[in-house]
């Protein structure tokens, strides 16, 4: 099964697993059209639900909300499933709880995925992408329809 892990933002990233080995990994690199990119069919994305936060100014959040939306839209008009997750929710499902500390998720990663790591498939702000696609990947084996 394909499953597409999503963290959207300015540093976010879009990552694919295929039957739990990671396949690629699309940095956003600041750009919101690599956002609306990702619109590929014949998979489950898991996207990571998150918001504003209240220190952030007024624009900050618009434009915060606005990488969040290209995602959402790009997932729901490729017709593939997908399923909104709150940060909280994957890392504790996946045994690492950040509480905003990226090094811990960008460990969790390389423990899980060493030769992509040696590769460079993936980065400290890419990481959250792969650990949200490992959490689909794993939400979906336990969800199978036996």
């Known amino acids: 099964m394909l499953i597409v892990g999503v963290d959207p933002g300015k540093s976010g990233a879009a990552a694919c697993l295929l039957d739990g080995d990671l396949k690629w990994v699309i940095p956003f690199r600041g750009e ?3 956002c609306r990119r990702i619109g590929y069919q014949n998979c489950v ?8 936060s209240p220190q952030m100014g007024v624009v900050s959040a618009f434009t915060f909300g606005k990488w969040a939306e290209a995602v959402e839209s790009a997932a729901h008009h490729s017709k593939s499933p997908y399923h909104m997750v709150r940060p909280q929710v994957w890392q504790n499902a996946i045994g690492v709880y950040a ?3 990226k090094s811990k998720l960008y460990a969790r990663a390389k423990e899980l995925y060493p030769a992509q790591h040696k590769a460079r498939m993936f980065c400290k702000d890419t990481s959250d992408a792969v650990l949200i696609a490992y959490y689909g990947w ?3 084996e336990h969800n199978k329809e036996d």
Do not use: H, P
């Open 45 to 52: 994305y898991f996207i990571e639900r998150v918001t504003a």
């Open 32 to 34: 919101i059209e690599n």
């Open 99 to 101: 509480a905003g500390d």
């Open 138 to 140: 794993r939400y979906m």
